[in-house]
C-alpha cells in the first residue's frame, strides 16, 4: 500500500521557497545599485576630468597669449615678465580652480632660416619656451596637466630689401637690380625701360600690375624688361600681359571701386602665370604689421605708421587732440605698446626744440598749456643764462653755453637772428633710457651739457698766399666739439646774391667764394665808433647787438671789422616749387619762395662719436646743470643708455603753430587752389589742411619770397625744418666680429625730414658693378664697419659738392647745383608723397601725380648727371610724409638723376648685426602639445 505525505508538512516549504526567492531578489537589486551607483560615479568623474581639462586649457591660452605680447613692447623677455606670464590666471575658472604654471626657455636664441610662405628664405631670431600647466578642481581634488613648446621667431624688417606698406611702384629708367626680399602691402605696380631685377621673392597683399601705372598711363610710357627669378634660380621675364590685374581684356566687375584707382580686372591667366615663377610672384598676400598697427587696432584705434617717427604723448606734456593744444592727461597718453614703438622713446639721446618751454617734453604744468616753474630745457633767444628770461640792461638776446672745465668756452647764440615776435625758441635734449624697476620710459636733461660742447660750425682761419684772410680774433679750438649746429660764422661755395647786400658780403679767397656776415667796420680796435655794413633789417629783425659780434680779419687785416654768426639755412627746390615745368624766374626774379627755405639743426656725427667714445668726459661741467645737481658727476659717455648702440632722435617744432607734428599746407598741387585733390590729404583726416596764417606759407603771391641773402641769413617763422646729417663718414659704434654682444650701431631718428650730406657710414667702394656687391663697400667687416639706420619723415641726399650757397643762388638752375660721387650706407625707414590717378593741376615732368617709385624713394635737390651714388642698405616705406610733403619732382629745376648703384646689404640678414631700435615681425610657432598626468 503506498504511502501519502500529509497536507500540514508543505506549509514550511512555501515559506523557505519565499525566502529563498526574495534573498535573490535583494542580491539581485543591490547589485543592480551599486552598478548604478558606480556608473554614477564614473560618469561625474569624466565630467570633472573634462571641466580640468578645459581649465588647463585655458591656462596653457593665456600664458602663450602673455608671452607674446611681451613682444609688443620688447625684443627679449626680463625675469619680471615670466614672472608675469606665470602669475596671470585664466578668467572665469581662477574662483573654481588651483592653478601651478610654469613657463620655461628650453633652448637659447639662435639665428634660423624661416620656413612658410610668406617669410620663408629670411633670417630669424628664434628661441624655444615650454609652458606647462596643472589646473586642480578645489571642489573634489581632480587634476589635470598639460604641457605645450612653441617657437618664437623674431624677423627684423631691414630683412627686406624693400617693403612698402602701401602701394609700391616701379618704373625706373636705368637698368636698377636691388637684390633681397620685396613686400608690399598695397599693390604693386612694375614696369621698366631697360631693366628691373628681382632675385627674391616678391609678394604683395593687393595685385600685381603690369600693363597700367598708378596714375592710369599704359606700360608703354616706360616698357615691360621686369625680371624675376623663378625658385630655381632663373631670371624669367614679367610681361605687361602677366599680371594678377589687367586694364584690358575687360572681365566682369573692376576689382577696385576706388574712382582714383585705375579700373583693371582680374586676369584668368594669373594662376598659370604666376606658376612661371615657382613661387616667387605672389599677389593677395596676408599682411604684416608691426605691434604699433597691431595692438592700436585691437584696441579700436588704430594708428598710422608715422607715429613710429613722432613725438609721444605723456603726462607732462602738451598735444593737439584735434581741437587746440591742450595738457596731456593719463586717459590721452601712449599706450604701453605705442610708447615702446616710438623712435622717441628708444634708448639713446633725445633733443627736441619747440616755441615755448611747455611744449618741450616733460616740461608743461599740466595746468592749461603753462609750463613748470622749475629749470626744463633751455630758452635760446632770451636772456644769456637761457632760463626764459628777457634780456635786461641792453644785453643782447642768445643763450651763453656753459665753459667747459679746460676753460673752451662755445659761441653764445646769436639770438637777435633766431627771435621771433610771438614765439620763443627753447631747446632740451635727454638722455632715454628705461627705468629696470617699473619697465617704463626714464629720461635725464642734459641740455646744458650737452650745449657745453658748442651750438655753431667753427670759423675756419683762412689764408691766401700767407696771408691770413679770415680769422676771428681769439677764437682758438672754440666751437670745434659742437654736436648741435645752429649757426655758423661763414658760409662757402658762391655768393649768394650776384652783388653783395646789407645783408651777406661775399669774399673769394683762393678760388673759393664765402659769405660772411660783415657786422661793421670800425675806425680803430677798441670797437667803439663803427659803420654798419651788413645792417639790413626787416619785420622781425631790428639789427645785431654788440654782444653777438666778434672782431675778425676779414679780407684786409688792417681793417677792425666784425662779424656775427648767423642761422644755419637752405633752400630745397622740391619743397618750393609746385610744378617743375614751370619758369620760375619770370615769378620770382632773384628772389626764392620761403616755402623751400628749410631751417636746419646740423648734427656733427663725428663730434657725437668723439662724445660716446668718451673723449670729452674729463672735460664736461662739474656743476650748473640739472644733470649734475641730480646725478652728483660731471655727464659721461657711460651715462648715455644704450641697447645694442644709441638712437638719437630730433624734433624741431618751431613754428608748429598747433603743435601736431605736421606741416599744415596739403594744397600741393597747382599754385594753392584751395580745392583737396586726390593724393593731398596724407593725414587722411577728409581736409585740405592749410595754415597760410602762421606755420605755413603759399607758394606764389605777396610776401611769399624774399632776397635769398635774406633767407640764408636769417630764421623764419614757418614750419620749416629739417635735419642734417654732417661729418657722418665714420659713426659711432663699434663692430666686434668675435662676439656680437660687444657690436654698437647707430641710428637717427627725427619727425622732420632728414638731409644726409656727404657719405655717410662709408669711405667709398672698392669695385664698381652692377651693381657693387654690399661686400665691397668700405670699410668691410672692421670695427668701423656700423650697424645703422636712418628714420625720418623723408630723407634727402646732399652729395659731397652739395653748398647751401648754390641752393639760394641758383634755385630755378639746376646744372648750376652739380652733384659728385657719394657712398652712403644705412637702412632707410621714411615717407614718400601719395600717388593718385592723373589728373590737373599736377606737379610737371614725365610722371604726374605720381610719387617718383622706388628708385626716387631717396630724394635729391642736385645736378646728378651721371654721378654715382652708391648705396647699400634697406628700403623701407612706411607711411605719407607729413612735413616733407610736396609731390615728387623731376628734371628741370629739382634734380636729374644720378647713376643708381644701390644694393641691399646683406649684412642685415645677420640678426645680431641690426642697427639699434629696429621694428620687428613677431611671431609663435606652436610645436608640440602634450598630457603629462
Not at 573634462?50 to 591656462?59: E, K, N, P, T, V
Not at 600693363?211 to 616706360?222: E, I, K, M, S
Request: hydrophobic letters at 35%; charged letters at 20%; a negative charge.
Amino acid at each position: 500500500m503506498k504511502k501519502l505525505w500529509s497536507k500540514g508538512k508543505e506549509d514550511g516549504s512555501a515559506i523557505v521557497i519565499a525566502l529563498l526567492i526574495l534573498t535573490l531578489l535583494t542580491a539581485f537589486v543591490a547589485l543592480a545599485v551599486t552598478r548604478t551607483t558606480n556608473e554614477t560615479i564614473a560618469t561625474s568623474n569624466d565630467a570633472a576630468e573634462s571641466r580640468a581639462f578645459s581649465a588647463a586649457q585655458g591656462s596653457l591660452e593665456v600664458m602663450t597669449r602673455n608671452f607674446d605680447k611681451i613682444f609688443e613692447e620688447k625684443l627679449s623677455p626680463a625675469p619680471v615678465d615670466l614672472q608675469h606670464v606665470e602669475d596671470q590666471k585664466p578668467p572665469g575658472f581662477d574662483t573654481a580652480y588651483d592653478f601651478e604654471q610654469h613657463i620655461t626657455q628650453t633652448k637659447q636664441t639662435e639665428t634660423v632660416v624661416m620656413s612658410g610662405q610668406l617669410l620663408q628664405g629670411l633670417n630669424a631670431l628664434r628661441d624655444e619656451w615650454q609652458v606647462e600647466t596643472t589646473a586642480t578642481d578645489k571642489s573634489n581634488g581632480v587634476q589635470v596637466g598639460l604641457r605645450r613648446q612653441f617657437y618664437n621667431n623674431r624677423v627684423p624688417i631691414f630683412q627686406f630689401g624693400i617693403f612698402y606698406d602701401d602701394d609700391l611702384e616701379f618704373h625706373p629708367g636705368p637698368r636698377f637690380d636691388f637684390g633681397g626680399r620685396v613686400h608690399s602691402n598695397g599693390s604693386m605696380f612694375l614696369m621698366a625701360q631697360t631693366g628691373l631685377y628681382f632675385s627674391s621673392r616678391v609678394s604683395a597683399v593687393g595685385q600685381i600690375f603690369t600693363d597700367v601705372a598708378r596714375n592710369g598711363r599704359p606700360w608703354t610710357g616706360w616698357g615691360e624688361n621686369v625680371w624675376i627669378k623663378n625658385g630655381s634660380g632663373t631670371y624669367v621675364k614679367l610681361l605687361h600681359t602677366m599680371g594678377s590685374v589687367l586694364k584690358t581684356p575687360v572681365s566682369g566687375a573692376p576689382v577696385f571701386s576706388n574712382p582714383d584707382m585705375p579700373a583693371v580686372y582680374k586676369s584668368s591667366n594669373w594662376s598659370t602665370n604666376k606658376g612661371l615663377f615657382q613661387g616667387n610672384l605672389l599677389s593677395d598676400q596676408k599682411p604684416l604689421n608691426l605691434p604699433l598697427k597691431i595692438a592700436s587696432t585691437i584696441a579700436g584705434a588704430p594708428l598710422d605708421y608715422i607715429e613710429l617717427v613722432k613725438r609721444g604723448k605723456n603726462v607732462g606734456d602738451l598735444y593737439n587732440d584735434g581741437i587746440g593744444v591742450t595738457a596731456v592727461t593719463a586717459a590721452a597718453a601712449d599706450t604701453l605698446v605705442t610708447s615702446k614703438e616710438r623712435y622717441f622713446n628708444k634708448k639713446g639721446i633725445r633733443i627736441s626744440l619747440s616755441d615755448s618751454k611747455a611744449k618741450l617734453p616733460g616740461c608743461a604744468s599740466g595746468t592749461g598749456t603753462g609750463a613748470v616753474t622749475t629749470a626744463c630745457g633751455i630758452r635760446l633767444d632770451g636772456a644769456s643764462s637761457g632760463d626764459g628770461s628777457e634780456p635786461t640792461g641792453g644785453e643782447g638776446r642768445g643763450y651763453r653755453p656753459l665753459p667747459m672745465t679746460d676753460g673752451y668756452a662755445a659761441t653764445r647764440i646769436n639770438g637777435e637772428r633766431f627771435y621771433n615776435s610771438g614765439r620763443q625758441v627753447w631747446i632740451k635734449i635727454e638722455l632715454v633710457g628705461i627705468n629696470p624697476a617699473d619697465n617704463t620710459i626714464q629720461t635725464q636733461d642734459v641740455t646744458a651739457d650737452v650745449l657745453s660742447l658748442g651750438v655753431t660750425e667753427p670759423a675756419p682761419v683762412i689764408t691766401q698766399a700767407a696771408v691770413t684772410k679770415f680769422s676771428i680774433n681769439g677764437y682758438g679750438t672754440r666751437d670745434s666739439r659742437s654736436i648741435v649746429k645752429l649757426q655758423r660764422f661763414i658760409m662757402p661755395g658762391v655768393g649768394v646774391t650776384a652783388a653783395d647786400t646789407n645783408y651777406l658780403t661775399a669774399y673769394t679767397w683762393n678760388g673759393t667764394p664765402y659769405n660772411v656776415v660783415l657786422a661793421d667796420e670800425c675806425t680803430n680796435g677798441t670797437y667803439t665808433t663803427c659803420n654798419g655794413v651788413d645792417n639790413g633789417t626787416t619785420i622781425g629783425f631790428a639789427g645785431d647787438n654788440n654782444s653777438n659780434k666778434y672782431a675778425a680779419v676779414v679780407d684786409d687785416g688792417t681793417k677792425f671789422r666784425r662779424v656775427v654768426p648767423f642761422p644755419i639755412e637752405m633752400f630745397d627746390t622740391r619743397e618750393g616749387l609746385y610744378n617743375d615745368d614751370l619758369n620760375w624766374n619770370g615769378t620770382y626774379g632773384s628772389n626764392v619762395p620761403r616755402a623751400g627755405v628749410m631751417s636746419m639743426v646740423d648734427i656733427d656725427v663725428n663730434n657725437l662719436k668723439r662724445f660716446l667714445d668718451g673723449n670729452f668726459n674729463a672735460v664736461m661741467p662739474t656743476a650748473g646743470t640739472v644733470y649734475t645737481a641730480a646725478a652728483g658727476h660731471a655727464l659721461r659717455h657711460t651715462d648715455v643708455p644704450e641697447a645694442n648702440g644709441w638712437v638719437l632722435y630730433v624734433s624741431d617744432r618751431r613754428g608748429d603753430s598747433d603743435f601736431d607734428g605736421e606741416y599744415d599746407m596739403e594744397d600741393i598741387y597747382g599754385p594753392n587752389d584751395n580745392l583737396l585733390q586726390p593724393g593731398e590729404d596724407v593725414n587722411n583726416n577728409g581736409h585740405l589742411d592749410v595754415d597760410f596764417l602762421s606755420e605755413a606759407v603759399r607758394y606764389t603771391g605777396a610776401n611769399t619770397a624774399d632776397n635769398p641773402a635774406v633767407a640764408a641769413a636769417l630764421d623764419h617763422p614757418y614750419y620749416r625744418r629739417g635735419v642734417r646729417l654732417i661729418n657722418g663718414q665714420q659713426l659711432p659704434g663699434v663692430y666686434d666680429s668675435v662676439n656680437s654682444l660687444n657690436t654698437k650701431g647707430f641710428t637717427v631718428a627725427s619727425e622732420n625730414g632728414v638731409y644726409i650730406k656727404g657719405n655717410y657710414n662709408a669711405t667709398g667702394i672698392a669695385s664698381v658693378g652692377t651693381p657693387t656687391p654690399a661686400t665691397d663697400y668700405l670699410p668691410q667687416g672692421t670695427s668701423a664697419h656700423i650697424p645703422a639706420s636712418v628714420v625720418g619723415d623723408a630723407i634727402v641726399i646732399l652729395s659731397n659738392n652739395w653748398q647751401d650757397s648754390r641752393s639760394f643762388r641758383y634755385p630755378f638752375s639746376l646744372s648750376s647745383r652739380p652733384a659728385t660721387e657719394t657712398t652712403v650706407r644705412f637702412a632707410m625707414l621714411a615717407g614718400d608723397a601719395r600717388s593718385s590717378y592723373e589728373n590737373s593741376p599736377n606737379q610737371g615732368g614725365g610722371d604726374p601725380r605720381l610719387t617718383g617709385g622706388v628708385h626716387n624713394f631717396k630724394r635729391f635737390l642736385e645736378y646728378w648727371n651721371g654721378a654715382r651714388l652708391n648705396y647699400a642698405g634697406s628700403l623701407i616705406n612706411l607711411f605719407n610724409s607729413h612735413n616733407n610733403n610736396g609731390a615728387f619732382k623731376c628734371c628741370t629745376n629739382v634734380y636729374s638723376p644720378p647713376t643708381r648703384n644701390w644694393v641691399f646689404d646683406t649684412t642685415f640678414l645677420d640678426p645680431t648685426r641690426l642697427p639699434p631700435g629696429t621694428p620687428f615681425f613677431q611671431t609663435i610657432q606652436l610645436t608640440g602639445f602634450q598630457r603629462v598626468n
